[in-house]
C-alpha cells in the first residue's frame, strides 16, 4: 500500500505533478524502483559467489515522458536538493541537467545524472533507440547509507524506458543492463546484488541468489512472524562505489583468484584457506578468507531460515561483521559501535551492511527490545562524538513496479 509523505500527497501524485510543473506536461507514467538491504554476502558479488538481499520499502520514484519529436537530449532533474545518489555532489532540487543523447559520455552529464544517463547508453549499446525524454526523480533512500540508492534510481528508469519502448526485456536481463551503466558509465566496479534485490525482489522474502548461474530463489524472511524486527542504523558516514577503497579490494580479490588457479574466488571453499595462507601476501590472504567464509556464511543462512527461521541467524550475522572488519578492512569506527551497541542492548545479530567505508549497519531485534537498542546506539554515538545516527525498522518489501 503506498503511504503518504509529510504533505499528505501520494509519492507517485507528487512526483507526477512537480513533473507538470517543471516539464510543463504530463509525464507518460510513474515507476517506483526500492533500495535494498543485504542480509547477508558483502562482497561476494563480484566473485562469483552468493548473496541474499532483499527489497526495501524506501523506493526511487521517477516520472518520465518520451519527446519523439524532439531533439535526442535527456533532461533530468531531482526534488532532492540533497545527492539523491550518493555522488558526495549534490543535485539542485529542480534544476535541470540536459545530456546529448546522440554522445552519451559520463564527462557531459552530471555526476548524480549519470546514474540516469548510463541507463539510456546502455540501452543504446545494446542497439536500441531513446528518443528524447524528460525524467524527475523523487528518492526516499538515504543515499550514502549502503542501502543502494544509486541502483534505485538505475532500475526505476530501466523499467520506465522498458515499458515506454515496449521493449519486454526480462527482469533478469535488466539487472545485467543496469550493471552495465554502473559499471561502465558511472564507473562503479559493482557486481549483481543491488539490481537484482530492486528489480526481484518480493515481500515478505529476501532473494538468494548465485551471482554466477544468476539463479534466484526467494526465501521467507518472516520476521513479524517470529516476533523480530530488522533495524537499519545510518551512521551518516557517506561512501561511494566509485571510491578507490571499493575497486582495490575488487584487484585484490582478483590476484587471489589468479595466485589459486580459478576463474573466481566462488571456486574457492574453506578447505583451501591453508593453502591460500601459504602462496598468498598477508593482505589478499585476508580479503581472500573474507570472501570465501563469507560465501559459507550466506549457505549457511538460508538453510537456517528454511529450517530454524530468523531468530537462529544472529551469529552468522556477527561473524560477518568481524569478518568485514578484521579480514576486509571496510568496517569504520561507527559502523563498529553501531553493531556493538546493538548487540550489548539485546540484538540478537548485528553487522555492517553495504560496500563499507561508512553507510549502514542492521541488527535483527526482538520486538519488546527494539526501543532500548535504538537508545544505546544513540547513546554511543553522542559519547563518542559522532553525528546522530539514522535508525529505522524496514520489512522485506515489493520490487521495482509501475505506480502510477
Not at 540484538?347 to 555492517?352: E, F, H, K, T, V
Request: proline share 5%; glycine share 10%; net charge negative.
Amino acid at each position: 500500500m503506498s503511504h503518504q509523505d509529510d504533505a499528505g500527497a501520494l509519492p507517485a501524485e507528487r512526483v507526477a505533478l512537480a513533473f507538470g510543473e517543471l516539464f510543463g506536461s504530463a509525464p507518460d507514467g510513474v515507476w517506483a524502483a526500492p533500495g535494498r538491504v543485504n542480509l547477508i554476502g558483502e562482497h561476494t558479488d563480484y566473485n562469483d559467489g552468493f548473496v541474499l538481499p532483499f527489497a526495501l520499502g524506501h523506493t526511487a520514484r521517477v516520472a518520465v515522458a518520451l519527446r519523439p519529436q524532439g531533439p535526442a537530449r535527456l533532461r533530468a532533474a531531482s526534488l532532492q536538493g540533497a545527492d539523491p545518489a550518493g555522488t558526495g555532489q549534490a543535485a539542485t532540487a529542480g534544476r535541470i541537467a540536459e545530456a546529448d543523447l546522440g554522445q552519451l559520455e559520463p564527462a557531459t552529464v552530471e555526476p548524480w545524472a549519470r546514474y540516469v544517463a548510463g541507463v539510456i547508453w546502455a540501452l543504446q549499446q545494446r542497439g536500441h533507440q531513446v528518443p528524447a525524454v524528460d525524467v524527475l526523480l523523487d528518492s526516499d533512500v538515504p543515499s550514502g547509507a549502503g542501502l543502494s540508492s544509486s541502483a534505485a534510481i538505475e532500475c526505476a528508469v530501466a523499467l520506465a524506458l522498458d515499458d515506454l519502448l515496449g521493449l519486454h526485456i526480462p527482469r533478469e536481463d535488466l539487472v545485467l543492463l543496469c550493471q552495465h551503466a554502473e559499471n561502465d558509465f558511472v564507473g562503479a566496479p559493482t557486481g549483481i546484488l543491488d539490481q537484482s534485490a530492486s528489480l526481484l525482489g518480493t515481500t515478505g522474502h529476501a532473494l538468494f541468489l548465485d551471482c554466477r548461474s544468476r539463479d534466484a530463489r526467494q526465501v521467507s524472511l518472516d520476521l513479524a512472524g517470529a516476533g523480530l524486527e530488522l533495524l537499519v542504523i545510518d551512521t551518516r558516514v557517506a561512501h561511494a562505489h566509485e571510491s578507490g577503497g571499493y575497486k582495490d579490494l575488487v584487484a585484490a580479490c582478483r590476484r587471489g583468484a589468479a595466485a589459486l588457479g580459478v576463474p573466481a574466488l566462488r571456486d574457492v571453499d574453506t578447505s583451501r584457506l591453508t593453502e591460500a595462507e601459504q602462496v598468498l601476501d598477508a593482505d589478499t590472504f585476508r580479503r581472500v578468507r573474507h570472501i570465501v567464509t563469507e560465501n559459507q556464511r550466506v549457505l549457511d543462512t538460508v538453510d537456517i531460515l528454511d529450517t530454524a527461521g530468523p531468530r537462529a541467524i544472529g551469529p552468522l550475522l556477527d561473524a560477518s561483521h568481524v569478518s568485514m572488519r578484521d579480514d576486509f578492512g571496510i568496517s569504520c569506527a561507527e559502523l563498529d559501535a553501531a553493531v556493538e551497541a546493538a548487540q550489548q542492548a539485546g540484538a540478537l545479530g548485528a553487522r555492517m551492511t553495504g560496500g563499507g567505508f561508512g553507510g549502514s549497519a542492521i541488527a535483527v531485534v526482538p520486538v519488546g527490545d527494539t526501543a532500548a537498542v535504538m537508545a544505546a546506539v544513540r547513546r554511543r554515538f553522542a559519547d563518542e562524538g559522532y553525528l546522530e545516527p539514522d535508525i529505522f525498522v524496514v520489512q522485506p518489501g515489493p520490487g521495482a513496479r509501475r505506480i502510477d
